[in-house]
Structure formats: C-alpha cells, structure tokens
C-alpha cells in the first residue's frame, strides 16, 4: 500500500503523521495548504484539459461537488454582506476572507480534490495507521495524567499565522473536565469532543480496511479515542451510524423494505412506550454533563434570538463572545445551524443546508451500489450530527478525510445493480477503482 502519484502522497503522509504535525503545532496549517495545493494542481489539470483536449488530465466534476462550491461561495458572499452592514471596515472583510479559505471553503474544496486520482484504500490504510499510532501513546497520556504533569505542555510558534485560538496549536496532555473533575483526552484535536468526530469518521474507514492487522488495529485505535473523549456523541455515533448506513443502503432489497414495513407498524403499536424511552434517553444523555448542556442550551437561545432581532438575512458577519451566563464563549459555537444564524443570517444557514441534503440524497443512491457510496453516506450522516455538537468550518482541518469521500463516490459510476452482487465484485474490483464520471 504505496503512494503512487502526487496527490496520493500528499494525502498519505498527511495523515499519517497526524501526531507528527501534532507535535509542532502544525496541523491548523497543513490542511488549509494541503488543501489549496491540490486544488491548484486540480485546476491545472482541468485546464490542460479542456485546451489540450488530452484525456490524461481529465478530472470529472460531479454535480454534486458543484452544489458545494456554490454554497461556499454563497457562505462568502453571507459573510461580506454581513461584514458592509455592520460597517467593519475593509481590512476586518480581509481577515475574514481568510479565515473563510481555511475554514468553509475547505468543504468544497475537499470533495473537488476527491475527483482525482486518489485510492479509497489509501486513505483506510491510513486512517488506520494513525488509530495504530493512538493506540502506542494513549498509554503515555494517560500516564501523564496519573502522574499529574502539566495539562498544556507548549503553545507552538505556528499560532502567529493566525487561528480561532490557542488550542488549536497546543500540545496538550490532558484535560479536566470542571463539572466533575474527571479527566478527558483530545490528543491532537483541539477540545475531546472533536476527538470523538474524528474518531468516528475514522472507525468508518477501519471498517473497510482488507488487512486484518490493521482492521483490528484502526477499530480498537477509533474505540480508544472515543471513549478517552468522553464525548456522548462520539459514543453514540459510534454505535449508531453504521448500522443505520446499512440499513438505508439495503432499501432497495425486498426484503429489507418488508421487514422496515412491519417494523414501522409494530413502532406505531408502540408509540407511546417508545416516546417515554426517548424522553428518559434524551434527559440522562442532557444530564450526563449538565453543565455543558447547559452553556449549549443558552448559547442557542442567545444566537436564535440576536438573529431573529438584530441580522435575520444576512447575520452579524462575525462571532461575539457571549455574558458570562456562557463563561463568556463565542455566541453560535457548539452548534453549526445556531453559529450560521447568527453569523451569516438565513442565506447561511441555506448554503450549507442545500449542499449537506443533496450529499445525503446523492451518497443514499450510491450506498444501494458502491462501497464508496457506503462510506460516504457514513461520512455525511456524521457531519448532520456534528452539526448539532459543533461548528464543522473549524473542525474542517481535521474531517478533510471524510470531506474526500464525498468527491470519491460522486464521481464512481453506479456499476453494482445492489450491495448482494456487490460482495461478489469487491474482491476484484477494489484494486483498481473505478474513477469515470457519471455522465
């Protein structure tokens, strides 16, 4: 499992040396270059394409990557107006500009760089190696907790080229949790909760992975990292999601349409049982971390109702931090639906919400057919409930795995009639990737 042209190598030892570029503070960087390099060398091509007419640098452009570049473009457009109407200045609309190509261009950007020649099997491998990696040092930061060592070792020189804060270029050990006291991990994302994102994205991956040693190695490595984030998303997700992937991509089988029949009608019996369990579940899962549910709690409200009052199209243009009601955090963090409200107004809200259900509707289909559809359609129900715990343009210097999957499936042809016939195929097929676009 070798590189084997330019874009695999830059994403190969991009992930790989995750906790390498930990180390040096580096990764905040690293995905924003990685991620408008590639992107260069895609429009290079396209060119060469299009006025040569030489089929060795064509680059497929699915529709659906479309929809997500004029989103962000739409989210760029959000973010000026917002910026004009509260009279920042020019230089504040260049500052954000930036912050934008590092942050929500970076969901476009992504899928694009997933229409070249880059191998699904590349980026398990991968995935899986880091989880290895995590697997060797977790015992190193549990013992610095026991051994009661600095929470943060250094703050790395990289933080002077600018980002959200500190902690996205700190070495961190450990972290206390002030609610209870108890320890939590983030290993090299920037709080634990994204540890347990990054995590699930990366079980998705393992699961797919041929060699057993490293299968094992990536399920157990993505294990460790949710439950040392001690994220209840994280644990969640981790459970649900894959099932619910197989079940929507075996929809198109008889008996699995029979089966959710029966079992929507049984459902309907038992309605009123099923909703005092989903009460019960959604009080302890809000009482697990009361306080934390809480400041998440008041934040929505705060940023609904500064919206609705003050910025309803276009949003303020910018964050705020909050009262100290909310320990003074930033007004629609913790959530991406409230910070896109509040900070780019309804026309923010809707470029990021077309361009999430078309993916979901899109890597639906292709789930009933390709393996790389399965994954996809993983990749995207976790952004979907991501965005209800965090902000995904902050944390898309970390998800850019998964961002590539949806590029990856969009553009494979739908060539497996159904996931049965499909096992058949795998084995042979899988080495050699289909890369042809839809036409």
Request: hydrophobic share 55%.
């Amino acid at each position: 499992m070798a590189p084997a042209n330019t874009e695999e190598r830059i994403v190969w030892y991009s992930i790989v040396g995750t906790y390498g570029f930990y180390v040096l503070g580096a990764l905040y960087v690293l995905a924003p270059v990685i991620a408008w390099v590639l992107f260069a060398i895609a429009v290079v091509r396209i060119g060469r394409f299009v006025i040569l007419g030489d089929q060795r640098y064509h680059v497929p452009l699915p529709g659906l990557v479309i929809v997500w570049f004029l989103g962000m473009l739409v989210m760029l457009l959000a973010l000026v107006v917002g910026h004009f109407n509260y009279d920042m200045g020019l230089g504040a609309v260049i500052k954000s500009t930036i912050g934008w190509a590092k942050g929500w261009a970076l969901l476009a950007i992504f899928p694009l760089i997933g229409c070249l020649n880059i191998r699904p099997e590349i980026i398990y491998r991968a995935a899986c190696i880091v989880s290895l990696h995590t697997i060797i040092l977790a015992p190193v930061f549990i013992l610095a907790w026991m051994a009661n060592l600095p929470q943060v070792l250094y703050v790395s020189p990289l933080q002077k080229v600018g980002g959200p804060g500190p902690e996205f270029f700190a070495m961190s050990l450990y972290e206390i949790d002030p609610s209870n006291g108890s320890p939590r991990w983030r290993l090299f994302t920037p709080w634990a909760p994204a540890l347990g994102f990054v995590a699930n994205i990366y079980f998705v991956f393992a699961l797919q992975e041929k060699k057993l040693f490293y299968k094992v190695a990536g399920i157990i490595g993505c294990i460790i990292m949710v439950l040392l984030s001690g994220s209840r998303l994280g644990l969640l997700s981790l459970i649900s999601v894959s099932l619910i992937t197989w079940w929507l991509s075996m929809m198109g089988r008889p008996f699995i349409l029979w089966v959710s029949g029966v079992g929507a009608a049984f459902t309907g019996l038992a309605m009123a049982p099923i909703l005092s369990f989903a009460e019960d579940f959604a009080t302890k899962f809000r009482e697990a971390r009361a306080d934390s549910s809480r400041v998440r709690e008041a934040l929505a409200r705060i940023a609904v109702n500064r919206w609705r009052e003050e910025a309803p199209i276009w949003g303020h243009g910018q964050v705020e931090a909050g009262p100290h009601l909310v320990e003074y955090m930033m007004i629609g963090s913790h959530h991406t639906w409230y910070g896109l409200l509040y900070v780019k107004g309804a026309v923010g809200l809707v470029a990021m919400a077309v361009p999430l259900a078309c993916s979901f509707v899109y890597c639906l289909i292709k789930a009933m057919h390709t393996k790389e559809g399965r994954v996809a359609l993983s990749v995207v129900l976790l952004l979907f409930l991501y965005t209800f715990g965090e902000n995904l343009e902050v944390l898309a210097y970390l998800i850019w795995p998964g961002l590539l999957f949806i590029g990856i499936a969009s553009k494979h042809t739908l060539q497996e009639p159904n996931p049965a016939l499909a096992s058949a195929s795998h084995s042979a097929s899988d080495s050699a990737p289909d890369s042809t676009p839809d036409r």
